[in-house]
């Protein structure tokens, strides 16, 4: 019955718009699916196009390779701390500083907020930066990771907009007739009402973190400091020599070229698995942040 | 009595001001701190006297900027590589969303979008990894094909034909459904009776995406289409510094990574500040410009 009453033009529009979501969604997916299934597969085999659909030889060298490697490890320890370390202190700044924006009867709000997007449009520069943290003592430290770059204006006027439509004005008053304070208020009524909130801006910060590597460019000389994303750049992009001779490319170290790629499609997967494996349960929670940011630019 | 009152209301919010020191401290020392050392720029740089103690030289290292031989071909890539990724770059998370909002079975769409917004959350560094290991001539499967189908003296990643279409690929690849987000978003506030009187009208699905989608669409992409020409120079440092290699230089040097060699690798200090401030101006008279003209033309504007 219903079939019946869809037209052919119709029908030529789901066609065509079914055709084109595979073609995106196979743009999107296949270089990921081809990353993992490289990284256990005969190199020369990959690099001959006889790789396509399903792993072949398949062998875990390359991982065994990373797994050794002392390089990988410490970044990536370096990693999980200044991604924990860094958004823990992103959110304790931000969420107080958002919640005190939020209240109308904070009479510097306006300027204050002025003071804060300003920075969105303008800044001091790379230079002037680069030279303000050297007079800190900051460069060549964790500190770097942590405390420069601790509040994010676009997240704090997500944060600011979420407090002021989801904590209504009566809620404060009632529970300062009841003796309640600002520090009270925040701590137990606030922060609980906001754990959509918490959530959507915590992971924007991680996955900030996570993915930074201008900080250790810029910044970080020592090599015990430097993050993942930077061991990654001189695996991948730099073709530097693995600890003991592999992924070279060439026959250093009696290593077969037919496993050198291997390592690099390997790490690409290690250091990005986290965030993928995240991600799937996260996504709603991306998109919900955006969706509120918009509401006021 | 003027006082008192100013008294009383910090006493009042003396917890609030408790609660946003932090904020404003950081703010006020790691971006106000820099702008005021943006005078650097019109200062020599003296290691005893500090960020701003060295003699004033004026507009001198903006002429050194202006006269030196790099600076027709850094102003040309600059502009080049980011006018070609905001110009074909700029329309795919418009269409994107146009498609999206069409899926009407929601898990679908659901998949969909969660594909979509995926590549976003990869780091540069993974992104320009996987291009590098694809693409290689050696290595690479795009170019193995590449070579079976009679391109084989191009390597994508290391000619000066290719690095911008390379560029703009992998910036679509990877934020054009994040980019979408905020189309969807204005497209959800629909009103669901226009469809419906559409679709009473007989209108097909082709006329609603034309006539009432699209339409609905406008502001956002006025507003957006202004802050992007507002970055018309500033072509984001990370990427185009790690897909640089020796061959590609003369078309892949923009101002950002100059700044980065003269500053921090070389440190000429006051010389990079004045390329770096230069480069901000000019950003800032495209954003005036381009708001200015959006506001005569359609009335929307960002101020």
Known sequence: MLRNRVSSSEWGFRLVLFVICAIIFLAIVYPLYFIIIASISDSTLVSTGKVLFLPRNISFFGYDQIFQDNRIWNGYRNTVFYTFAGTLVNLL????????????????RRI????FVITMFFNGGLIPTYLLMKDLHMTNTIWMFILPFCVNVFYLIIA???????????????????????????IKIALPLSKALISVVGLYYLVG????????????????????????????????????GAGSGGNAGGYAQKYADQIKYGVIIVSTLPILMLYPFLQKYFEKGVMIGSVKG | MGTRMIFNAFKRDFQLWVMIFPAIAAIIIFNYIPMYGIQLAFRD????KGLTGGEWRGLFYFKQFIDSFLFADLMTNTFLISFTAIIIGFPAPIILALVLNQIRRKRFKTLMQ????????????VLVGMMNVLLSPETGIVGYFMKSIGFGDINLLASTSTFIPVNIVSDIWQHCGWNSIIYLAALSTVDPQLYDSAKMDGASRWQTIRYIDFPALIPTIVILFILSMGNILSTGFEKIFLMQNSLNLPVSEVIATYVYKIGIVSNQFSYASAIGLFNTLINFIFLFAMNAIAKKASNTSLF
């Open chain 1, 93 to 108: 700044v931000t969420l107080p500083a958002a919640y005190v924006l939020s209240r109308r009867e904070f009479r510097a």
């Open chain 2, 45 to 48: 740089f003296d290691f005893s």
């Open chain 1, 112 to 115: 204050i907020m002025l003071v």
């Open chain 2, 114 to 125: 969660t594909t979509v917004y995926l590549p976003h959350f990869i780091s540069i560094i």
């Open chain 1, 209 to 244: 973190h996570w993915n930074d590597f201008f900080t250790g460019l810029i910044y970080i000389r020592d090599n015990n400091l430097q993050p993942l994303q930077i061991i990654l750049r001189d695996i991948l992009l730099s073709n530097q020599v693995f600890q003991n």
């Open chain 1, 160 to 186: 600011r907009t979420f407090f002021e439509s989801s904590l209504p004005s009566e809620l404060y008053e009632a529970a300062a007739i009841d003796g309640c304070s600002h520090f009270g208020f925040f």
